[in-house]
Nanobody
Framework: QVQLVESGGGLVQAGGSLRLSCAAS????????MGWFRQAPGKEREFVAG????????WYADSVKGRFTISRDNAKNTVYLQMNSLKPADTAVYYC?????????????????WGQGTQVTVSS
């Protein structure tokens, strides 16, 4: 069992930056592929970024590639999402997710555990 708690969301102007954090409970954090997803009002939850167990491999949605960076610190049981050059279209609730035994997961169903989400609002 893994419990995930996101933080770092807020209101920012277009072009600004935010850094999201996701703290995980338990001693097996390094056994999970981690991902960030987001869900805007009236839309389905969509993949944003993922990172492998060691952190050596990362993958991104095309819409955020070059602007967002995912990273993890296994010693701190934490995964991060650095978001730069934010756009109003990035406005959504951002969720952290953990998945066991998956490779480069981009689908909601591949992840086993989810946080409660943190709101990111980008104003124009």
């Amino acid at each position: 069992q893994v419990q995930l708690v996101e933080s770092g969301g807020g209101l920012v102007q277009a072009g600004g930056s935010l850094r999201l954090s996701c703290a995980a409970s338990g001693r097996t954090f390094s056994s999970y592929t981690m991902g960030w997803f987001r869900q805007a009002p009236g839309k389905e939850r969509e993949f944003v970024a993922g990172i492998s167990l060691s952190g050596r491999s990362t993958w991104y949605a095309d819409s955020v590639k070059g602007r967002f960076t995912i990273s993890r610190d296994n010693a701190k049981n934490t995964v991060y999402l650095q978001m730069n050059s934010l756009k109003p279209a990035d406005t959504a609730v951002y969720y952290c997710a953990a998945g066991a035994k998956i490779m480069a997961g981009r689908q909601v169903y591949e992840y086993d555990y989810w946080g409660q989400g943190t709101q990111v609002t980008v104003s124009s």
